[in-house]
């Protein structure tokens, strides 16, 4: 219940009063506040990661649907570390779906390269998802599913590995209890709320074992808990060596837990840093927690950062 109420309330958790909007939020904070000495001091921010190889790099790429549209991406260079997990930022039609697909090979540009570990992709008429250890989770989950249980999807998403059948059986169940969908196994994938469709796709795709998972909107229909789970269960195989690009609009899971973030508009990349150099000072596209702090602590992204520093005065 905790976690489905608003992110100003959670950060005032240890209040008496807990505000339900923002503007209650930045009232509450200037009575905490007035006539303080001195203030705690600010969060220092992250310092820059050493770069490592890119595992898939994109070069100048152009790229229209049809020939007399418009350019979805223009001139757009992005690069992915190796085991980072990189958060891409927009607004809708800014080219951020499109790039995914470049990524993989579902589509081809008109001009550029696509490297995926050095491998150059971008003129090949073939998709590269599974090729390279590239796995893709669309918007819409629906596009994933080929058979008629819960089930039965997780395991096709396995069936292609050189596993015996007991450990393939044993993997999907496993993966029904990481994804909480153990007593919806024998409902028809179709069935599903928009939720659990969404948790069974994330959860095909996680066990084809990909070297580098591409996802678009992944929280997208998810309850608040399950999120902060989804969260766990990601940063977990990214300590294992798995490469995550998301394309999100959810500001606060991109901050939790992104190590980079990369803002696209028209076409190209405008910005990218670590979270907290990105979302600091950012007016439109920044958390709940900058937006209530920054007036006092403009470096404060994320919701536990400023929990820590509000409970100073509780």
């Known amino acids: 219940m905790f976690w489905g109420m608003p992110t100003v309330t959670q950060i005032f958790q240890e209040s008496e009063q807990l505000p339900l909007t923002l ?7 200037e009575h905490l506040l007035c006539n303080k000495p001195s203030l705690p001091p600010s969060v220092s921010l992250a310092a820059p990661q050493p770069k490592q190889s890119p595992i898939v790099e994109l070069r100048q790429l152009w790229f229209s649907y049809e020939k007399s549209e418009h350019p979805v991406l223009k001139n757009l260079s ?3 570390q190796q085991g980072e ?6 607004s809708n039609g800014a080219g951020k779906s499109t790039a995914l697909k470049a990524m993989c090979g579902q589509i081809r540009p008109q001009q550029g390269s696509v490297l995926v570990e050095n491998q150059n992709i971008a003129r090949s008429k073939k998709s590269f998802l599974g090729a390279g250890g590239l796995a893709l989770v669309p918007q819409d989950p629906l596009a994933l599913f080929t058979e008629i249980t819960v089930e039965e999807e997780l395991y096709e998403g396995i069936s292609h590995l050189t596993l015996s059948m007991e450990e393939k059986l044993c993997r999907t169940q496993e ?11 024998k409902q028809n994938p179709y069935d599903l709320s928009g939720g659990e469709q969404q948790r069974l ?15 678009d909107e992944p929280t997208k229909g998810l309850d608040p808990f399950f999120k902060r789970t989804l969260g766990q269960i990601l940063k977990e195989l990214q300590q294992k060596g798995l490469t995550i690009c998301m394309v999100s609009h959810d500001v606060d899971f991109c901050a939790q837990y992104s190590d980079r973030c990369a803002l696209f508009f028209d076409g190209e990349v405008v910005s990218q840093d670590c979270p907290a150099q990105f979302f600091a000072g950012n007016r439109f596209y920044t958390t709940t927690a900058n937006q209530l702090l920054r007036h006092w602590q403009p470096n404060i992204v994320t919701v536990e950062e400023a929990r820590q520093w509000i409970s100073q005065y509780m």
């Open 78 to 80: 992005l690069q992915i």
């Open 175 to 185: 993966m029904l209890q990481q994804m909480e969908l153990l007593p919806l196994a």
């Open 23 to 29: 503007r209650e939020g930045r009232q509450q904070l």
């Open 85 to 90: 997990w990189l958060s891409i930022l927009g």
């Open 201 to 215: 796709a994330i959860g095909k795709v996680l066990l084809g074992a990909p070297r580098v998972l591409l996802l």
